[in-house]
């Protein structure tokens, strides 16, 4: 278990605890799919961005292994503070490398996000983490389009 990975002066990685999700101030585009959704993360395994002067929770970010026709796949799931600004970037270092290595110890083949279609944030986050754009989900959550990111074994 993560028990906490300093990333910056003031900012850490921990792995998530439980409720951290409805603890994030998101942004107002995700604000209703966050609230209706952040016991999920409960259920998942994950990290936490944490302030750790403030104690605020700046993002959450959290995964769930499935077979698809004989391939593992992961779903990722994540959600950061209104209020990360420059410290998210900590985080995506964190977890560029940490994604790869989940990747390798549990077998997953490959690795898949969904972003609101037109959330530039969302995007830049799946870009910078190593996903690559990979279609479209019509009408996905309340009848919104969501762009489909995937990061596949290298």
Do not use: H
């Not at 799919?33 to 104690?55: H, I, N, P, R």
């Not at 479209?136 to 290298?154: H, L, M, N, T």
Request: hydrophobic share 45%.
């Amino acid at each position: 278990m993560l028990c906490g990975v300093d990333l910056a002066e003031g900012v850490m990685i921990r792995a998530y605890l439980a409720g951290d999700a409805k603890r994030v101030l998101v942004q107002e585009v995700q604000a209703r799919e966050a609230a209706e959704f952040a016991w999920c993360f409960d259920k998942m395994s994950g990290y936490s961005l944490v302030d750790e002067k403030t104690g605020e929770v700046l993002g959450v970010f959290s995964y769930q292994v499935e077979l698809n026709q004989g391939k593992r796949e992961a779903w990722c799931y994540a959600l950061f503070s209104k209020n990360s600004g420059r410290k998210m970037l900590e985080a995506v270092r964190f977890l560029q490398k940490e994604i790869g290595i989940k990747m390798k110890d549990l077998g997953i083949d490959s690795v898949l996000m969904t972003v609101k279609k037109g959330f530039v944030p969302g995007v830049r986050l799946a870009l910078a983490l190593g996903f690559k754009a990979n279609g479209v989900c019509p009408a996905f959550y309340e009848g919104i389009d969501y762009q489909i990111f995937e990061r596949s074994k290298i």
